[in-house]
């Protein structure tokens, strides 16, 4: 069989991966405080390809808050509990979160000298270079008004090698339009505790990129990542924005009939 | 020189690493001619130009000096002006490099360094079958001497990433292959 | 609502005084560069990945055999006639300098300087003019900082933060001509000033761009013209290096001159490379008489024994400088000290001590735009969160969230699970990073489901 027999070619037509993968769901630290919509439409998406999803109640954060800190003390007593669970079994990890896989393949590696990463995948990545979904398999009947959304690739995924995975799925989607934004590959600012310890320049990054959004005329923004959305969220609300944030998950389980 | 000793014994000791080879680049076959297109156009980019022996005669009305072996070629006396007091000064050159539009010019005997930095114009006359495509084999053969590569004219992008040629060295080149 | 007095780290405090002009320079310039670096990259070589990464392996290569190199080094250049010193430290490197100038202009005089950021390390210039040389910076942006009494701001471009208008004032300010914000007579008005410097100086001082250990020769690359006049009118020329900008073979130039090019200003080459086999041979008609080599250390051979050493591979492009989204908006003065963005932000403590720059490494995002662009591949953001550790560790730096509470909650699924339950009400309370959060954004609120519940309702 070809390697890529099993694309989704249309978008119209529903998708089903042949082989059922199993898969594990690590749901991060911020769907689990702040972002469940993100988490509910990771396990729809994984579902909607014939995936069965796992998830293990006894997880808590991939420890990488204190690692960007500085207190690696902090962040290997975290991080060695999750890397233990994710070792327990074979499956593969998914996570709506390209930073959270970073710091599992980038900063464990660290953290513990040379020692291997358990196979983890941001969603984008799992999607387009594990199922090879290369255009979202639509099914609902309703589809939601057109409208214009820049996407804001994080630059988390910088360290997993991700490129244009989740922009790709979502220009897809037939009604949305993605807008070309001025400085794209720029970083939004957000940086962990950065951004309250350094609030100015935070601010100042994140204004810019709102305001070439802005010029290109899109009215929603949409990301892999949640810390960059909980800052621009901030940003937009406390400046009365005319723009809204949203994760490219959410966007993806939009599309599928209920 | 107990600075010597105390530096070298600090550094780390760690030996070898694999020294991974520069591939030379697949060399184009192309004509000197070609060549010379090339070079032109990427000349002109930087803002210099290709001239003729006829553009080399008028620019020589101004105060110059002139190197040995353009003296010979254009029949002229070599020398001229006190340098500082040039606004043109003719060289030949080794080698013109055609993928980046370079020149690279050695020191010798007559062959001034300041004849190619100081003037405001910079005539570089060379015979035609000095050119390579690439830099690498510009370097291949590299003089042992003093050597200055030059690519189009001087400039500087230092206010408000304005460019402006000719800040300190020529802001005109006038290379005549001949 | 104003906010309360804090302190804010330096970096910071900088930038909430820096004016919106300044930020305005910096920012155009370093969107222009990175854009023409990227089609200027991508256009020269094929494949950029390969090549950046075949570049790394060689400097790979010069650290780890370094010592080796600086020896060959050595004898080459003492073949060529070039005299060779080492200086351990600034101090060291400004005796053996002045040392130098005392026997080749005794009776003082003017000195023209060449760009050279190891020359602003060692803080050259104030300890020569202390002992009654002129001396003159001629690279026109490094002469803007030094008739300002400023620094550099970047590496490569070091009146980034100013726009024509200051620089104009400058210049009528020091009778250089008349009040013109065309770039095109500003230039013309410093050539002319210059001009009368290179013919009068006795003494040459530059930088190294790379030196090559086979064959000794040392290559400097420059646009306008000025280095190149420095180190050939006046009969004595002193170059200074860092010990780590070293290549091994003169077939390793073609890739580094044309990535250096490349990233540092989009050019496709520099306008001017001077490889300098020594001083001027017999049968030669000009060039300097002298040429002294000062291989600098102060801190180097510290740096290439610890957990930084990858930023001595470093050929000084500035290309992080231009891509980095914190330095875009604090410019180079953030960081007080001559290196500065992303390269600064690790080579300054990893040269002075974490000691005395505990705070520096947290001025990033580590969004990884500076190793992304960066020719030789140098990872900085992993060295800035190992500096981040290195601070803690010693307890230097101030820790911006005390993690116990966050650490017992998330080292234990149950803990974690009530935890999340009590989050309402830990919101009430303060966190550390509230204010800094509620200084600029609004408060995130929870929205949309939970999805542990919604998990849960669902089997
Ligand atoms: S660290 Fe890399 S990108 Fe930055 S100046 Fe050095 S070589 Fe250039």
Redesign the interface.
Known sequence: MPPDSNVAKKSDSPVRVEARHRVRLM?T?L???????V??ST?KILEHLNCEVL?D?????C?Q????????S?AR??AG?TMRALLESEDPVVMPSASCAAMIR?GYP?LYEGMMHPEVFELGEFLVHQLKIRSWPVTTANPPAKRRVAFHRA??G??IGLTNEQEMLVGSLPWIQLVRIA?G???C??????????????????M?KLHNIMKAGAEEIVSGDMGCL??L???I??NKLPLRTRHFAELLAEAIAP | MADRDDILNALPQTGKKARVPVPAPPLPSLTSDAMWQIFGARLEELGGRLGTLEDVEVILSRPHVIDQESATRLGRQPGGVPIWEAEVGVTTADLAVAEIGSLLISTGPGRPRMASLSPVVHVVVMPKERIVATLEEAFARLSDRSTVMITGPSRTADIEHVLVRGVHGPGDIVVVPV | MKAKPVNHPAVEAFARQLAETTRDSVRATSVKVIESRKARLVDAFPDLEATRTQASQIKDFVLANISNLLSQLEMKCRLNGVQVHWAKDAESARKIILDICKEAAPDGGTIVKAKSMATEEIHLNKHLIDVGYNVVETDLGEFVVQIDNDTPSHIVAPIIHKNRREVAKSFEREGLGPYTESPEQLAAQARKHLRERFVEAKIGISGVNFAIAESGRLVLVENEGNSRLSTTAPDTHIAIMGLEKLLPSEADLPLFLKLLAGSATGQRMTVYTHLISGPRRKDEDDGPTAVHLVILDNGRSKVLNGPYKDILKCIRCGACSYVCPVYRQVSGHAYSHVYSGPLGAVLAPALEGIEALPELAKASTLCGACEEVCPVKIPIPRMLLQLRDEAMRKGVAENPIPWTLFTFGATSGLRWRTGLKMLPMARIAKHPLKDGWTEFRELPKKEGRDFRKWWNGRS
């Open positions: 749901l630290c769907c689990d405080i702040y972002f469940g919509e988490g509910i396990v998830f109640k006894e997880q808590t954060c420890g808050p204190p690692y960007n800190a500085g207190d690696w902090a007593q975290v509990l980038e660290v630059c988390h910088r360290g400085q590959e720029q970083c600012g957000f940086g962990g505790a950065f951004c309250a310890t350094h609030g100015a320049i935070s601010a100042g990054i994140g810019e909980l800052h969220d901030g940003l609300k406390k």
